[in-house]
Protein backbone atom coordinates (compact mmCIF):
# COMPACT_ATOMS: atom_id res chain seq x y z
CA UNK A 1 0.00 0.00 0.00
CA UNK A 2 2.65 2.22 1.29
CA UNK A 3 4.57 1.87 -1.92
CA UNK A 4 1.29 2.54 -4.18
CA UNK A 5 0.88 5.88 -2.32
CA UNK A 6 4.19 7.38 -2.88
CA UNK A 7 4.41 6.53 -6.69
CA UNK A 8 3.65 9.43 -8.94
CA UNK A 9 3.38 8.32 -12.48
CA UNK A 10 0.06 7.26 -13.34
CA UNK A 11 0.80 4.11 -15.48
CA UNK A 12 3.03 3.06 -12.59
CA UNK A 13 0.04 3.75 -10.38
CA UNK A 14 -2.02 1.56 -12.65
CA UNK A 15 0.25 -1.22 -12.98
CA UNK A 16 0.83 -1.43 -8.75
CA UNK A 17 -2.90 -1.10 -8.71
CA UNK A 18 -2.98 -4.24 -11.11
CA UNK A 19 -0.11 -6.18 -9.24
CA UNK A 20 -1.74 -5.78 -6.09
CA UNK A 21 -4.78 -6.39 -7.61
CA UNK A 22 -3.24 -9.78 -9.15
CA UNK A 23 -1.54 -10.21 -5.72
CA UNK A 24 -4.54 -9.88 -3.85
CA UNK A 25 -6.27 -12.48 -6.28
CA UNK A 26 -3.26 -14.63 -5.87
CA UNK A 27 -3.45 -14.16 -2.32
CA UNK A 28 -7.04 -15.60 -1.86
CA UNK A 29 -6.33 -18.26 -4.10
CA UNK A 30 -3.50 -19.11 -1.39
CA UNK A 31 -5.78 -18.93 1.07
CA UNK A 32 -8.82 -21.30 -0.91
CA UNK A 33 -5.59 -23.37 -1.55
CA UNK A 34 -4.03 -24.54 1.50
CA UNK A 35 -5.22 -27.85 1.56
CA UNK A 36 -4.04 -28.75 -1.90
CA UNK A 37 -2.01 -31.64 -2.12
CA UNK A 38 -2.88 -32.52 -5.44
CA UNK A 39 0.19 -30.72 -7.45
CA UNK A 40 1.73 -33.01 -9.80
CA UNK A 41 5.60 -33.61 -10.20
CA UNK A 42 4.77 -32.54 -13.86
CA UNK A 43 5.12 -28.78 -13.98
CA UNK A 44 2.49 -28.32 -16.56
CA UNK A 45 0.19 -27.93 -13.28
CA UNK A 46 1.11 -23.88 -13.08
CA UNK A 47 0.79 -23.06 -16.12
CA UNK A 48 -2.98 -22.29 -15.20
CA UNK A 49 -2.32 -18.43 -15.73
CA UNK A 50 -1.80 -18.95 -19.57
CA UNK A 51 -4.35 -17.68 -22.12
CA UNK A 52 -6.39 -20.03 -23.62
CA UNK A 53 -4.34 -20.15 -27.19
CA UNK A 54 -0.95 -21.03 -25.37
CA UNK A 55 -3.01 -23.75 -23.42
CA UNK A 56 -4.04 -25.14 -26.64
CA UNK A 57 -0.32 -26.03 -28.04
CA UNK A 58 0.63 -26.86 -24.54
CA UNK A 59 -1.57 -29.44 -24.59
CA UNK A 60 0.30 -31.50 -27.49
CA UNK A 61 2.53 -32.63 -24.13
CA UNK A 62 1.36 -35.39 -21.97
CA UNK A 63 -0.29 -33.68 -18.71
CA UNK A 64 -3.27 -33.88 -16.72
CA UNK A 65 -4.26 -30.20 -17.19
CA UNK A 66 -4.72 -31.56 -20.68
CA UNK A 67 -7.52 -33.75 -19.61
CA UNK A 68 -11.07 -33.03 -20.03
CA UNK A 69 -11.82 -35.03 -17.42
CA UNK A 70 -10.42 -36.80 -14.44
CA UNK A 71 -11.00 -39.78 -12.46
CA UNK A 72 -9.24 -40.32 -9.12
CA UNK A 73 -9.45 -43.92 -6.98
CA UNK A 74 -7.61 -45.25 -3.69
CA UNK A 75 -6.10 -48.75 -4.27
CA UNK A 76 -6.54 -51.08 -1.51
CA UNK A 77 -2.58 -50.57 -1.00
CA UNK A 78 -3.56 -46.74 -0.45
CA UNK A 79 -1.84 -45.12 -3.88
CA UNK A 80 -4.06 -42.76 -5.46
CA UNK A 81 -4.36 -43.31 -9.37
CA UNK A 82 -5.87 -40.69 -11.53
CA UNK A 83 -6.77 -41.19 -15.16
CA UNK A 84 -7.42 -38.93 -17.89
CA UNK A 85 -7.50 -38.98 -22.08
CA UNK A 86 -5.36 -37.36 -23.96
CA UNK A 87 -4.69 -38.11 -27.48
CA UNK A 88 -6.69 -41.33 -28.10
CA UNK A 89 -5.04 -42.58 -24.82
CA UNK A 90 -5.52 -43.35 -21.43
CA UNK A 91 -2.83 -41.95 -19.22
CA UNK A 92 -2.36 -42.33 -15.33
CA UNK A 93 -0.38 -41.53 -12.83
CA UNK A 94 0.08 -42.57 -8.86
CA UNK A 95 0.64 -40.65 -5.63
CA UNK A 96 1.84 -42.40 -2.72
CA UNK A 97 0.86 -40.02 -0.08
CA UNK A 98 -2.99 -38.51 -1.35
CA UNK A 99 -2.19 -36.51 -4.01
CA UNK A 100 0.88 -34.20 -2.76
CA UNK A 101 3.09 -36.11 -5.50
CA UNK A 102 2.72 -38.01 -8.55
CA UNK A 103 4.75 -39.97 -10.38
CA UNK A 104 5.48 -39.28 -13.93
CA UNK A 105 2.27 -40.26 -16.27
CA UNK A 106 2.38 -43.15 -18.08
CA UNK A 107 -0.23 -44.22 -21.18
CA UNK A 108 -2.30 -47.48 -20.16
CA UNK A 109 -0.19 -50.26 -22.85
CA UNK A 110 -3.09 -50.82 -25.26
CA UNK A 111 -3.63 -49.76 -28.77
CA UNK A 112 -5.13 -46.25 -29.45
CA UNK A 113 -8.77 -45.55 -29.67
CA UNK A 114 -11.03 -43.05 -29.35
CA UNK A 115 -11.98 -42.04 -25.47
CA UNK A 116 -15.37 -40.53 -24.75
CA UNK A 117 -14.46 -37.82 -22.10
CA UNK A 118 -16.27 -34.97 -21.58
CA UNK A 119 -19.05 -33.54 -19.25
CA UNK A 120 -21.25 -36.65 -17.82
CA UNK A 121 -19.01 -39.11 -19.68
CA UNK A 122 -15.45 -40.31 -18.72
CA UNK A 123 -13.34 -43.31 -18.16
CA UNK A 124 -13.99 -44.95 -15.10
CA UNK A 125 -10.91 -46.51 -12.79
CA UNK A 126 -11.50 -49.63 -10.30
CA UNK A 127 -9.48 -51.78 -7.65
CA UNK A 128 -9.95 -55.72 -6.62
CA UNK A 129 -8.31 -56.70 -3.20
CA UNK A 130 -4.80 -58.46 -5.45
CA UNK A 131 -4.34 -55.08 -6.89
CA UNK A 132 -5.80 -55.37 -9.76
CA UNK A 133 -6.69 -52.60 -12.25
CA UNK A 134 -9.68 -52.22 -13.58
CA UNK A 135 -10.24 -49.32 -16.18
CA UNK A 136 -13.45 -49.16 -18.67
CA UNK A 137 -14.63 -46.66 -20.89
CA UNK A 138 -16.52 -45.89 -23.76
CA UNK A 139 -15.62 -45.40 -27.28
CA UNK A 140 -17.34 -43.37 -29.88
CA UNK A 141 -18.45 -45.35 -33.28
CA UNK A 142 -18.42 -44.00 -36.89
CA UNK A 143 -22.16 -42.44 -36.23
CA UNK A 144 -22.85 -39.84 -33.98
CA UNK A 145 -24.41 -40.56 -30.96
CA UNK A 146 -22.92 -44.54 -31.18
CA UNK A 147 -20.47 -45.82 -29.66
CA UNK A 148 -18.78 -48.84 -27.30
CA UNK A 149 -18.38 -49.82 -23.55
CA UNK A 150 -14.70 -51.00 -23.49
CA UNK A 151 -13.21 -52.90 -20.76
CA UNK A 152 -9.00 -53.76 -20.14
CA UNK A 153 -7.62 -55.46 -16.90
CA UNK A 154 -4.37 -55.07 -15.48
CA UNK A 155 -2.80 -58.59 -13.10
CA UNK A 156 0.43 -56.32 -12.65
CA UNK A 157 -0.73 -53.20 -11.17
CA UNK A 158 -0.44 -51.56 -14.57
CA UNK A 159 2.91 -52.94 -16.11
CA UNK A 160 0.51 -54.34 -18.79
CA UNK A 161 -3.08 -53.95 -19.60
CA UNK A 162 -5.14 -57.16 -21.62
CA UNK A 163 -6.59 -56.55 -25.05
CA UNK A 164 -9.76 -54.40 -24.48
CA UNK A 165 -12.88 -55.76 -25.64
CA UNK A 166 -16.15 -54.74 -26.15
CA UNK A 167 -18.88 -55.12 -22.85
CA UNK A 168 -21.86 -54.29 -24.57
CA UNK A 169 -22.57 -58.06 -26.78
CA UNK A 170 -25.46 -56.80 -29.08
CA UNK A 171 -23.34 -55.85 -32.11
CA UNK A 172 -25.64 -53.02 -32.69
CA UNK A 173 -23.92 -49.70 -33.79
CA UNK A 174 -25.88 -47.85 -31.17
CA UNK A 175 -25.67 -45.89 -28.24
CA UNK A 176 -23.33 -47.90 -25.28
CA UNK A 177 -21.92 -45.11 -22.94
CA UNK A 178 -22.03 -43.13 -19.44
CA UNK A 179 -20.41 -46.19 -18.11
CA UNK A 180 -20.17 -47.17 -14.15
CA UNK A 181 -17.61 -49.86 -12.84
CA UNK A 182 -17.77 -51.02 -9.39
CA UNK A 183 -15.17 -53.98 -8.21
CA UNK A 184 -17.00 -55.95 -4.79
CA UNK A 185 -15.42 -58.05 -2.34
CA UNK A 186 -15.37 -61.53 -4.19
CA UNK A 187 -13.34 -59.42 -6.67
CA UNK A 188 -16.35 -59.48 -9.25
CA UNK A 189 -16.06 -56.67 -11.46
CA UNK A 190 -19.55 -54.93 -12.56
CA UNK A 191 -20.41 -52.57 -15.59
CA UNK A 192 -23.36 -50.51 -15.94
CA UNK A 193 -23.98 -48.42 -18.90
CA UNK A 194 -26.66 -46.91 -20.80
CA UNK A 195 -27.66 -48.74 -24.10
CA UNK A 196 -29.61 -47.69 -26.97
CA UNK A 197 -30.20 -51.06 -28.13
CA UNK A 198 -33.64 -51.46 -27.17
CA UNK A 199 -34.27 -48.42 -29.29
CA UNK A 200 -34.17 -51.01 -32.37
CA UNK A 201 -37.79 -52.41 -30.85
CA UNK A 202 -41.14 -51.73 -32.25
CA UNK A 203 -42.64 -50.68 -28.88
CA UNK A 204 -39.48 -48.76 -27.98
CA UNK A 205 -40.23 -45.71 -25.63
CA UNK A 206 -38.37 -42.55 -24.72
CA UNK A 207 -34.73 -43.01 -23.91
CA UNK A 208 -32.50 -45.28 -23.30
CA UNK A 209 -32.01 -48.32 -21.48
CA UNK A 210 -29.80 -49.26 -18.42
CA UNK A 211 -27.45 -52.75 -19.06
CA UNK A 212 -25.59 -54.45 -16.68
CA UNK A 213 -22.83 -57.16 -16.97
CA UNK A 214 -20.20 -58.62 -14.34
CA UNK A 215 -16.77 -60.68 -15.04
CA UNK A 216 -14.38 -61.88 -12.39
CA UNK A 217 -10.69 -62.11 -14.06
CA UNK A 218 -9.73 -64.97 -11.57
CA UNK A 219 -12.20 -67.66 -11.85
CA UNK A 220 -12.81 -69.54 -14.90
CA UNK A 221 -17.01 -68.88 -16.17
CA UNK A 222 -18.44 -66.77 -18.35
CA UNK A 223 -17.68 -62.91 -18.78
CA UNK A 224 -19.57 -59.89 -18.98
CA UNK A 225 -23.14 -61.80 -20.37
CA UNK A 226 -25.59 -58.47 -20.74
CA UNK A 227 -28.65 -57.89 -18.89
CA UNK A 228 -31.12 -55.62 -19.36
CA UNK A 229 -31.81 -54.04 -15.84
CA UNK A 230 -34.47 -51.09 -17.16
CA UNK A 231 -35.71 -49.12 -20.63
CA UNK A 232 -36.77 -45.42 -20.57
CA UNK A 233 -33.97 -44.03 -19.24
CA UNK A 234 -32.39 -40.42 -19.73
CA UNK A 235 -29.99 -40.01 -22.59
CA UNK A 236 -27.18 -38.18 -20.94
CA UNK A 237 -27.36 -37.90 -17.35
CA UNK A 238 -24.44 -40.11 -15.50
CA UNK A 239 -25.48 -43.17 -13.42
CA UNK A 240 -24.68 -44.22 -9.89
CA UNK A 241 -24.01 -47.14 -8.30
CA UNK A 242 -22.88 -49.03 -4.82
CA UNK A 243 -23.03 -52.21 -3.41
CA UNK A 244 -25.72 -52.67 -0.07
CA UNK A 245 -24.69 -54.81 2.50
CA UNK A 246 -26.48 -58.09 0.59
CA UNK A 247 -23.76 -57.81 -1.93
CA UNK A 248 -26.25 -56.67 -4.58
CA UNK A 249 -25.79 -53.60 -7.10
CA UNK A 250 -28.11 -50.86 -6.92
CA UNK A 251 -28.49 -47.86 -8.99
CA UNK A 252 -29.43 -44.62 -9.09
CA UNK A 253 -30.23 -42.66 -12.37
CA UNK A 254 -32.61 -40.41 -14.10
CA UNK A 255 -35.58 -41.74 -15.57
CA UNK A 256 -38.26 -40.70 -17.87
CA UNK A 257 -42.01 -40.51 -16.54
CA UNK A 258 -44.89 -39.91 -18.50
CA UNK A 259 -44.52 -37.30 -20.73
CA UNK A 260 -40.98 -36.35 -20.20
CA UNK A 261 -41.05 -35.61 -16.62
CA UNK A 262 -37.69 -36.26 -15.71
CA UNK A 263 -37.11 -38.25 -12.02
CA UNK A 264 -34.59 -40.00 -10.34
CA UNK A 265 -34.93 -43.91 -10.09
CA UNK A 266 -33.38 -46.59 -7.91
CA UNK A 267 -33.30 -50.11 -8.37
CA UNK A 268 -31.39 -52.93 -6.48
CA UNK A 269 -30.62 -56.02 -8.52
CA UNK A 270 -31.89 -58.95 -7.54
CA UNK A 271 -34.03 -57.88 -4.58
CA UNK A 272 -37.09 -55.97 -6.93
CA UNK A 273 -38.69 -55.96 -9.66
CA UNK A 274 -40.18 -52.47 -10.13
CA UNK A 275 -37.66 -49.51 -9.55
CA UNK A 276 -38.44 -46.59 -6.59
CA UNK A 277 -38.96 -43.36 -7.88
CA UNK A 278 -36.42 -41.03 -5.69
CA UNK A 279 -37.26 -37.19 -6.68
CA UNK A 280 -41.36 -36.15 -7.00
CA UNK A 281 -40.06 -32.60 -8.25
CA UNK A 282 -41.83 -33.00 -12.03
CA UNK A 283 -38.66 -31.42 -14.18
CA UNK A 284 -40.82 -32.05 -17.59
CA UNK A 285 -37.84 -31.71 -19.98
CA UNK A 286 -37.26 -33.31 -23.56
CA UNK A 287 -34.25 -32.66 -23.39
CA UNK A 288 -30.33 -32.99 -21.79
CA UNK A 289 -29.77 -31.96 -17.92
CA UNK A 290 -26.40 -33.03 -18.26
CA UNK A 291 -26.68 -34.28 -14.31
CA UNK A 292 -26.62 -37.63 -12.54
CA UNK A 293 -26.79 -38.04 -9.22
CA UNK A 294 -25.01 -39.86 -6.53
CA UNK A 295 -25.77 -43.07 -4.53
CA UNK A 296 -23.41 -44.51 -1.70
CA UNK A 297 -24.53 -47.04 0.79
CA UNK A 298 -23.77 -47.68 4.61
CA UNK A 299 -22.63 -50.29 6.71
CA UNK A 300 -26.07 -49.91 8.04
CA UNK A 301 -27.42 -50.65 4.77
CA UNK A 302 -28.73 -46.94 5.05
CA UNK A 303 -28.98 -45.37 0.79
CA UNK A 304 -27.64 -41.95 0.65
CA UNK A 305 -28.60 -39.87 -2.37
CA UNK A 306 -28.19 -36.98 -3.72
CA UNK A 307 -29.72 -34.88 -7.19
CA UNK A 308 -30.29 -32.49 -9.37
CA UNK A 309 -33.77 -31.09 -10.79
CA UNK A 310 -35.41 -27.90 -12.28
CA UNK A 311 -38.79 -29.11 -11.84
CA UNK A 312 -41.79 -27.01 -10.69
CA UNK A 313 -42.14 -28.87 -7.42
CA UNK A 314 -38.36 -28.63 -6.40
CA UNK A 315 -35.60 -27.18 -7.66
CA UNK A 316 -31.70 -27.43 -7.33
CA UNK A 317 -29.44 -30.04 -5.72
CA UNK A 318 -31.02 -32.43 -2.90
CA UNK A 319 -30.33 -35.06 -0.34
CA UNK A 320 -32.07 -37.89 0.89
CA UNK A 321 -31.87 -41.18 2.69
CA UNK A 322 -33.56 -44.29 2.93
CA UNK A 323 -33.98 -47.51 5.35
CA UNK A 324 -34.98 -50.01 2.81
CA UNK A 325 -33.49 -49.22 -0.52
CA UNK A 326 -35.30 -46.49 -1.87
CA UNK A 327 -38.89 -47.36 -1.03
CA UNK A 328 -39.48 -44.49 1.52
CA UNK A 329 -36.60 -41.40 1.79
CA UNK A 330 -36.11 -38.32 4.20
CA UNK A 331 -37.75 -35.69 3.41
CA UNK A 332 -34.96 -34.35 0.90
CA UNK A 333 -33.14 -31.53 2.73
CA UNK A 334 -31.83 -28.74 0.01
CA UNK A 335 -28.32 -28.46 -0.80
CA UNK A 336 -26.22 -25.33 -2.19
CA UNK A 337 -27.74 -21.62 -3.24
CA UNK A 338 -30.28 -22.20 -6.07
CA UNK A 339 -29.48 -18.23 -7.15
CA UNK A 340 -26.07 -19.20 -6.85
CA UNK A 341 -26.40 -22.09 -9.93
CA UNK A 342 -25.49 -24.93 -7.21
CA UNK A 343 -25.39 -28.02 -9.50
CA UNK A 344 -23.61 -31.31 -10.30
CA UNK A 345 -23.32 -32.58 -7.12
CA UNK A 346 -21.88 -35.70 -6.09
CA UNK A 347 -21.81 -37.53 -2.46
CA UNK A 348 -20.15 -40.13 -0.20
CA UNK A 349 -20.59 -41.79 3.25
CA UNK A 350 -18.17 -42.77 5.52
CA UNK A 351 -18.12 -44.45 8.70
CA UNK A 352 -21.92 -42.61 9.24
CA UNK A 353 -20.21 -39.28 8.10
CA UNK A 354 -21.66 -37.91 4.86
CA UNK A 355 -19.96 -35.33 2.57
CA UNK A 356 -21.69 -33.38 -0.54
CA UNK A 357 -19.87 -31.44 -2.68
CA UNK A 358 -21.31 -29.52 -5.61
CA UNK A 359 -20.30 -26.42 -7.84
CA UNK A 360 -21.36 -23.22 -7.99
CA UNK A 361 -21.08 -20.18 -10.24
CA UNK A 362 -20.92 -16.26 -9.40
CA UNK A 363 -20.87 -15.39 -13.01
CA UNK A 364 -17.21 -15.11 -13.12
CA UNK A 365 -16.00 -17.33 -10.57
CA UNK A 366 -16.85 -21.22 -10.17
CA UNK A 367 -16.71 -21.98 -6.49
CA UNK A 368 -16.83 -25.59 -4.92
CA UNK A 369 -18.74 -26.47 -2.31
CA UNK A 370 -18.88 -28.40 0.74
CA UNK A 371 -21.42 -29.97 3.37
CA UNK A 372 -20.68 -32.63 6.07
CA UNK A 373 -23.17 -34.45 8.80
CA UNK A 374 -21.85 -36.33 11.13
CA UNK A 375 -25.10 -37.65 12.64
CA UNK A 376 -25.89 -40.30 9.25
CA UNK A 377 -27.69 -37.29 7.32
CA UNK A 378 -29.94 -36.47 9.92
CA UNK A 379 -28.47 -32.93 10.10
CA UNK A 380 -25.69 -31.06 8.25
CA UNK A 381 -23.00 -28.28 9.24
CA UNK A 382 -22.82 -25.35 7.47
CA UNK A 383 -21.83 -25.28 3.83
CA UNK A 384 -18.29 -23.82 2.89
CA UNK A 385 -16.43 -22.75 -0.36
CA UNK A 386 -13.49 -25.64 -0.57
CA UNK A 387 -11.64 -23.80 -4.21
CA UNK A 388 -12.19 -21.69 -6.90
CA UNK A 389 -11.80 -21.57 -10.62
CA UNK A 390 -11.78 -18.84 -13.04
CA UNK A 391 -11.18 -20.47 -16.44
CA UNK A 392 -13.90 -23.41 -15.88
CA UNK A 393 -15.12 -26.37 -13.85
CA UNK A 394 -15.29 -30.20 -14.24
CA UNK A 395 -17.58 -32.10 -11.79
CA UNK A 396 -16.27 -32.49 -8.45
CA UNK A 397 -16.29 -36.17 -6.83
CA UNK A 398 -15.55 -37.47 -3.55
CA UNK A 399 -13.01 -40.53 -3.38
CA UNK A 400 -13.60 -42.71 -0.44
CA UNK A 401 -9.73 -43.40 0.92
CA UNK A 402 -8.73 -46.08 3.79
CA UNK A 403 -9.79 -43.78 6.20
CA UNK A 404 -11.13 -40.31 4.94
CA UNK A 405 -12.82 -39.21 2.09
CA UNK A 406 -11.18 -36.91 -0.73
CA UNK A 407 -12.88 -34.65 -3.11
CA UNK A 408 -11.04 -34.20 -6.57
CA UNK A 409 -11.99 -31.07 -8.96
CA UNK A 410 -10.25 -30.65 -12.26
CA UNK A 411 -10.14 -27.33 -13.42
CA UNK A 412 -10.00 -25.92 -17.06
CA UNK A 413 -6.06 -24.82 -17.27
CA UNK A 414 -5.53 -24.63 -13.60
CA UNK A 415 -4.85 -28.61 -13.44
CA UNK A 416 -6.42 -30.98 -11.21
CA UNK A 417 -6.95 -30.42 -7.15
CA UNK A 418 -7.37 -32.70 -4.92
CA UNK A 419 -7.93 -32.58 -1.04
CA UNK A 420 -9.01 -34.62 2.26
CA UNK A 421 -12.16 -33.59 3.20
CA UNK B 1 -5.82 5.85 -32.28
CA UNK B 2 -7.65 9.07 -31.37
CA UNK B 3 -9.07 7.33 -27.97
CA UNK B 4 -5.88 5.45 -27.10
CA UNK B 5 -4.34 9.08 -27.06
CA UNK B 6 -7.16 10.66 -25.24
CA UNK B 7 -6.90 8.08 -22.69
CA UNK B 8 -3.07 8.22 -22.13
CA UNK B 9 -3.61 11.83 -21.63
CA UNK B 10 -6.68 11.38 -19.14
CA UNK B 11 -3.59 8.75 -17.53
CA UNK B 12 -1.49 11.47 -17.06
CA UNK B 13 -3.29 13.89 -14.56
CA UNK B 14 -5.56 11.83 -13.33
CA UNK B 15 -4.65 8.45 -11.48
CA UNK B 16 -8.27 6.88 -10.65
CA UNK B 17 -9.81 8.15 -14.10
CA UNK B 18 -7.10 6.40 -15.69
CA UNK B 19 -7.88 3.32 -14.44
CA UNK B 20 -11.19 3.10 -15.40
CA UNK B 21 -10.53 4.38 -18.92
CA UNK B 22 -7.95 1.91 -19.44
CA UNK B 23 -10.34 -0.94 -18.56
CA UNK B 24 -13.13 0.76 -20.48
CA UNK B 25 -11.02 0.54 -23.60
CA UNK B 26 -9.45 -2.63 -22.81
CA UNK B 27 -13.01 -4.10 -22.66
CA UNK B 28 -14.40 -2.37 -25.91
CA UNK B 29 -11.21 -3.45 -27.75
CA UNK B 30 -11.65 -6.74 -26.86
CA UNK B 31 -14.99 -7.43 -27.69
CA UNK B 32 -14.18 -5.45 -31.23
CA UNK B 33 -11.49 -8.57 -31.49
CA UNK B 34 -13.83 -11.16 -30.62
CA UNK B 35 -16.59 -9.40 -32.58
CA UNK B 36 -14.84 -10.73 -35.97
CA UNK B 37 -16.30 -13.74 -36.97
CA UNK B 38 -14.70 -17.14 -36.96
CA UNK B 39 -14.51 -19.09 -40.07
CA UNK B 40 -17.21 -21.66 -41.19
CA UNK B 41 -19.90 -19.01 -40.69
CA UNK B 42 -19.94 -19.29 -36.68
CA UNK B 43 -18.67 -15.94 -34.81
CA UNK B 44 -17.24 -16.73 -30.99
CA UNK B 45 -19.76 -15.72 -28.93
CA UNK B 46 -19.21 -12.67 -26.29
CA UNK B 47 -21.47 -10.54 -24.53
CA UNK B 48 -21.08 -7.80 -26.54
CA UNK B 49 -21.99 -9.11 -29.82
CA UNK B 50 -24.88 -10.70 -28.41
CA UNK B 51 -26.37 -7.42 -26.94
CA UNK B 52 -25.54 -6.21 -30.41
CA UNK B 53 -28.07 -8.81 -32.20
CA UNK B 54 -30.15 -8.04 -29.28
CA UNK B 55 -30.05 -4.27 -29.90
CA UNK B 56 -30.48 -5.10 -34.12
CA UNK B 57 -33.87 -7.21 -32.88
CA UNK B 58 -35.84 -4.71 -30.90
CA UNK B 59 -38.72 -4.25 -32.00
CA UNK B 60 -39.34 -7.69 -33.75
CA UNK B 61 -39.59 -11.40 -32.40
CA UNK B 62 -37.03 -13.09 -32.69
CA UNK B 63 -35.63 -16.76 -31.04
CA UNK B 64 -32.39 -17.74 -29.89
CA UNK B 65 -31.82 -21.65 -29.78
CA UNK B 66 -28.70 -22.77 -27.72
CA UNK B 67 -27.21 -26.65 -28.36
CA UNK B 68 -24.29 -28.92 -28.32
CA UNK B 69 -23.88 -32.05 -30.27
CA UNK B 70 -24.06 -33.97 -27.19
CA UNK B 71 -27.78 -33.31 -26.76
CA UNK B 72 -29.82 -35.64 -29.53
CA UNK B 73 -33.12 -33.53 -28.94
CA UNK B 74 -31.10 -30.11 -30.07
CA UNK B 75 -30.79 -31.98 -33.32
CA UNK B 76 -35.09 -32.13 -33.68
CA UNK B 77 -34.90 -28.96 -32.58
CA UNK B 78 -32.47 -27.77 -35.53
CA UNK B 79 -34.53 -30.11 -37.79
CA UNK B 80 -37.46 -28.30 -37.11
CA UNK B 81 -35.89 -24.78 -37.45
CA UNK B 82 -34.72 -26.04 -41.29
CA UNK B 83 -38.26 -27.11 -41.89
CA UNK B 84 -39.43 -24.11 -40.85
CA UNK B 85 -36.71 -22.08 -42.70
CA UNK B 86 -37.55 -24.00 -45.79
CA UNK B 87 -41.30 -22.18 -45.75
CA UNK B 88 -40.00 -18.76 -45.19
CA UNK B 89 -36.22 -17.62 -45.72
CA UNK B 90 -34.92 -14.98 -43.47
CA UNK B 91 -36.27 -16.67 -40.24
CA UNK B 92 -35.92 -14.33 -37.29
CA UNK B 93 -33.25 -17.06 -35.04
CA UNK B 94 -29.81 -17.11 -33.72
CA UNK B 95 -28.25 -20.11 -33.30
CA UNK B 96 -25.76 -20.77 -30.17
CA UNK B 97 -23.65 -23.76 -30.00
CA UNK B 98 -22.40 -24.40 -26.62
CA UNK B 99 -19.69 -26.43 -27.04
CA UNK B 100 -16.05 -25.63 -26.37
CA UNK B 101 -14.12 -28.58 -26.74
CA UNK B 102 -11.69 -28.74 -30.42
CA UNK B 103 -13.07 -32.33 -31.02
CA UNK B 104 -16.18 -30.77 -31.06
CA UNK B 105 -15.51 -27.98 -33.47
CA UNK B 106 -15.95 -30.20 -37.15
CA UNK B 107 -18.99 -31.63 -35.36
CA UNK B 108 -20.16 -28.18 -34.92
CA UNK B 109 -19.92 -27.08 -38.61
CA UNK B 110 -20.82 -30.61 -39.84
CA UNK B 111 -23.95 -30.18 -38.08
CA UNK B 112 -25.21 -27.20 -38.71
CA UNK B 113 -24.42 -27.72 -42.59
CA UNK B 114 -26.16 -30.42 -43.00
CA UNK B 115 -28.83 -28.72 -41.25
CA UNK B 116 -28.90 -26.35 -43.89
CA UNK B 117 -28.51 -22.98 -41.28
CA UNK B 118 -25.29 -21.41 -42.35
CA UNK B 119 -27.21 -18.27 -43.10
CA UNK B 120 -28.51 -17.88 -39.98
CA UNK B 121 -26.29 -16.32 -37.25
CA UNK B 122 -24.67 -18.56 -35.67
CA UNK B 123 -22.60 -18.06 -32.38
CA UNK B 124 -20.29 -20.48 -30.47
CA UNK B 125 -19.30 -20.33 -27.02
CA UNK B 126 -15.69 -20.13 -26.57
CA UNK B 127 -12.85 -22.35 -24.37
CA UNK B 128 -12.48 -21.95 -20.82
CA UNK B 129 -15.58 -18.87 -21.46
CA UNK B 130 -18.88 -21.48 -21.26
CA UNK B 131 -19.86 -21.12 -18.17
CA UNK B 132 -19.53 -16.99 -18.33
CA UNK B 133 -20.79 -16.97 -21.89
CA UNK B 134 -24.34 -19.23 -20.22
CA UNK B 135 -24.78 -16.93 -17.25
CA UNK B 136 -24.32 -13.55 -19.71
CA UNK B 137 -27.19 -15.47 -21.89
CA UNK B 138 -29.42 -15.44 -18.93
CA UNK B 139 -28.04 -16.60 -15.43
CA UNK B 140 -31.26 -18.33 -14.55
CA UNK B 141 -29.95 -21.08 -17.25
CA UNK B 142 -28.32 -24.20 -15.37
CA UNK B 143 -27.15 -25.57 -19.54
CA UNK B 144 -29.91 -27.73 -19.77
CA UNK B 145 -30.60 -28.38 -23.72
CA UNK B 146 -32.02 -27.84 -25.79
CA UNK B 147 -32.64 -24.00 -24.46
CA UNK B 148 -34.65 -21.95 -26.41
CA UNK B 149 -35.74 -17.86 -25.61
CA UNK B 150 -38.61 -16.30 -27.32
CA UNK B 151 -37.59 -13.03 -27.54
CA UNK B 152 -40.58 -10.21 -27.65
CA UNK B 153 -40.62 -7.02 -29.34
CA UNK B 154 -39.80 -5.27 -26.48
CA UNK B 155 -36.75 -7.15 -26.30
CA UNK B 156 -38.36 -9.81 -23.15
CA UNK B 157 -36.48 -13.08 -22.63
CA UNK B 158 -39.05 -16.07 -22.11
CA UNK B 159 -36.63 -19.04 -21.65
CA UNK B 160 -37.79 -23.19 -22.21
CA UNK B 161 -35.46 -25.97 -21.57
CA UNK B 162 -36.08 -29.22 -23.71
CA UNK B 163 -37.31 -29.61 -27.68
CA UNK B 164 -40.24 -26.83 -28.73
CA UNK B 165 -43.13 -27.97 -29.87
CA UNK B 166 -43.39 -27.41 -33.60
CA UNK B 167 -46.89 -25.60 -33.67
CA UNK B 168 -44.58 -23.04 -31.01
CA UNK B 169 -42.00 -22.50 -33.18
CA UNK B 170 -44.12 -22.00 -36.66
CA UNK B 171 -46.81 -19.94 -34.48
CA UNK B 172 -43.77 -17.19 -32.88
CA UNK B 173 -41.62 -17.12 -36.31
CA UNK B 174 -43.34 -17.86 -39.78
CA UNK B 175 -45.14 -14.44 -40.57
CA UNK B 176 -46.43 -15.51 -43.74
Request: with cysteine; proline share 3%; charged share 20%.
Amino acid sequence: MVIVTKIRSPMKNFKNRLSLLILLKVSLSIGFSQQVLAESMDHSQHQGQKPAKQAKTSCQKVAVTCGKTVTSAFAPNGDLWRVWSQQNNIYYQISPDNGKNFGIAKAVAIPKEKISARNENRPKIAFDSKLGVYLSWATPREKKYTADIRYSYSSDYGKTFSTPITVNDDGLLTGHSFNEMVVDEEDDVSIVWLDGRLKQRKDAGNGSAIFVASGNMTKAREQFVNQEVVNGTCVCCRLAVDYNQQGKLAILWRHIYGDNIREFAITTLGEQSTPYQVSHDHWKINGCPHQGGALSIAKDNRYHMVWYNQGDKGKGIFYSYSNDAGKSLSLPIAVGEQAAQAAHPHMSEKNGVIDIVWTQFTGTEHQLWHQQSTDKGVTFGSAKVLAISTKGSDRPFIVPGKNNSFVSWHRFQQGHWLSQL
Amino acid sequence: MKRLRLVKTRLQTNGLLLTSMLLVTTLVMTGLAQAEPASNGSTAFSKLRFEQVKQEKKGQKWLALLWSVDCPPCMKELALVQKLQQKQQNLAVVIINTDTEESSEQERVDIIKHFNLVNLKNFHFTQGQEAQQRYQVDPQWFGELPRSYFIDEQGKFHGKSGLIAEELLIQWLLTI
